[in-house]
């Protein structure tokens, strides 16, 4: 019986995807485990490590996607994946070290997701980051909590964990997979009556991150627009605007 399901979406990260599944596959040795790596749409030499290092561990499982589907899509088909008692996720540039991933696992006893979170007390990020990543983040988790009531300090930290039962439960639910997909999780998990946990983490900030707040700005705000009408009456206009072509539509990279 596998104990532990840990799942890295992988895009064009040939320079940092060997210390990370490295890292993670020495650290938790002593747990019956399994590393699922999901490159998608790379067009570097990521998925040639990912097969030279599924020939040296046996624990690690990978499915490569041709397209560049975005994070949340590699996440999801890690969830279909996965057979641990305890399924999460991580990010490829290590930002959040074995042992911090290692805290969600001590603690998320009786409940059924745990989330790291750089912005509650006792946590610490580094280096410190730049004031307008700053200012970006605390908006976009302003706008969560005002259009979606979601009372969570850090929806995005790129590591959570889940008890099986729970994200395998809400896995076919899933339809947003870019930008909001954290928070499509998250509303899934609370509307279905599970029980969330944050909690205070270490995270390195990598450089080399594929993230622009300038150009994430105006998606962002899209995502959580057409996930707040997904959850309400008028989810119609959503499955209108998808019907449209893509050559009329105002923006398009929201899923």
């Known amino acids: 019986m596998v104990e532990l ?13 060997r210390e990370t599944v490295e890292s993670y596959i020495n650290y938790f040795k002593n747990y019956s485990h399994e590393l699922i790596i999901i490159p998608n749409g790379c067009k570097d030499k990521t998925e040639d490590i990912v097969k030279e290092l599924s020939k040296k561990y046996l624990s690690i499982k990978y499915k490569t996607i041709k397209e560049a589907v975005g994070k949340g899509k590699a996440i999801k088909e890690g969830f279909n994946i996965a057979q641990g008692s305890l399924i999460g996720f991580v990010d490829a540039d290590n930002s959040t070290k074995p042992k911090d991933f290692e805290d969600l696992i001590k603690n998320i006893k009786g409940y059924d ?59 076919p639910k899933l339809d947003v997979t870019r930008w909001a997909f954290d928070v499509d999780l998250l509303l899934k998990l609370k509307n279905q009556g599970y029980n969330i946990k944050e909690f205070p983490t270490t995270w390195e900030d990598k450089a080399g991150s594929k993230f622009s707040l300038n150009k994430a700005i105006l998606e962002m705000f899209l995502a959580l ?31």
């Open 5 to 17: 399901s840990i799942i890295i979406p992988a895009y064009n990260e040939e320079n940092r995807i």
């Open 113 to 171: 997701c745990i989330i790291a979170s750089r912005y509650m007390k006792g946590s610490i990020v580094k280096p410190k980051q730049k004031i307008m990543r700053i200012i970006g983040s605390r908006a976009f988790n302003f706008l969560v909590r005002i259009m979606l009531n979601l009372e969570i300090c850090d929806t995005q930290c790129g590591a959570k964990l889940f008890k099986k039962n729970a994200i395998k439960n809400i896995t």
């Open 225 to 255: 627009t057409r996930l707040r009408l997904i959850n309400s009456k008028f989810k119609f206009i959503v499955s209108i605007y998808d019907s449209l072509p893509e050559s009329i539509k105002i923006y398009h990279k929201i899923r």
